[in-house]
């Protein structure tokens, strides 16, 4: 057997849990172990490779056939795949993965795996099922699956809380404020984001939640500091959606021509996207605040 292509896919498989060499080791052998069977440089005892497939959620067999069968590999391709449909909003072809996948050992026995799954389908019944109650309690499932009460939410954590307040912003506006709420004070205490966009998503959504219930400073505050934040990472992801609420706020305020400035920067950004329909709409929305002027 390839002893560095094992301690390769425990390396993985542990990171995608999300968990550290100590985490790993926890009652099974020493850090320092762990650190040797992912290099390669020692093989584990078979009592050992069974604990560790154990705790990383898999069939210790797969340890054995990784050679011919890139199980972790597809995990990610699953995810992509959901991730595509996801933003695309072709929630059919999402929830045809979520049922090829859901009695598929890799996933039914491997709580992040099925997380994912999940996840999906918890937006798939509220997007296309039109079922709030049970959307919500398949997102809350989701979450159940990996976070402990009292822990520090992960960023998958964090993503299906998004996705859940973006659910009662259609649904109950001050319920959604409560979601967005818990999510910043997670993000507080996270020493790092890997995926930025979490927090980009997170303020252009309390942005708008604060408009929707009149708190129009509040919410200029947070397209702000988002706007800030894109700029810091050099990210024009969500910038036109947050330079056009910002516009759409000094509208509610009367403030035409700060409006039109707001637009006519979310028009560029937009127009380096090729989002013509966007575009379109937001030139016809600057004519006529003009007329103000």
């Not at 968990?19 to 005892?45: H, M, R, W």
């Not at 984001?193 to 997170?202: A, E, F, S, V």
Request: hydrophobic share 35%; glycine share 4%.
């Amino acid at each position: 057997m390839d002893f560095n292509a094992v301690g390769k896919k425990i390396k993985e498989l542990r990171k995608t849990s999300g968990l550290s060499q100590e985490d790993l080791a926890q009652g099974i052998c020493t850090q320092a172990q762990i650190s040797k069977i992912e290099k390669g440089d020692v093989f584990p005892y078979a009592s050992t490779l069974y604990q560790i497939s154990q705790k990383l959620g898999v069939d210790v067999n797969y340890f054995f056939d990784i050679g011919t069968t890139p199980r972790l590999d597809y995990v990610q391709e699953v995810f992509h795949q959901l991730h595509i449909f996801r933003r695309s909003m072709k929630y059919e072809d999402m929830m045809d993965i979520v049922r090829t996948e859901i009695d598929n050992p890799l996933f039914l026995q491997n709580n992040k795996n099925l997380q994912l799954l999940l996840w999906h389908k918890g937006i798939y019944l509220y997007e296309v099922k039109k079922d709030l109650t049970k959307s919500v309690e398949t997102l809350k499932e989701a979450i159940h699956l990996t976070h402990h009460k009292g822990k520090i939410m992960l960023e998958r954590e964090l993503e299906i809380l998004l996705a859940l307040g973006a659910i009662y912003f259609k649904e109950d506006i001050n319920k959604a404020l409560e979601v967005f709420e818990e999510i910043k004070g997670h993000i507080q205490l996270l020493p790092h984001l890997n995926d930025y966009t979490i927090k980009t998503r997170l303020y252009y959504n309390l942005a708008r939640v604060l408009t929707r219930l009149n708190r129009i400073e509040d919410s200029n505050t947070y397209c702000e500091d988002a706007i800030k934040w894109c700029l810091h990472k050099d990210s024009i992801y969500l910038l036109g959606e947050l330079h056009y609420h910002k516009g759409y706020n000094m509208e509610l305020l009367n403030k035409h021509q700060l409006a039109r400035n707001y637009m006519e920067k979310a028009v560029i950004v937009f127009e380096l996207q090729q989002q013509d329909k966007y575009t379109q709409l937001i030139k016809s929305r600057i004519k006529e605040l003009a007329e103000y002027s």
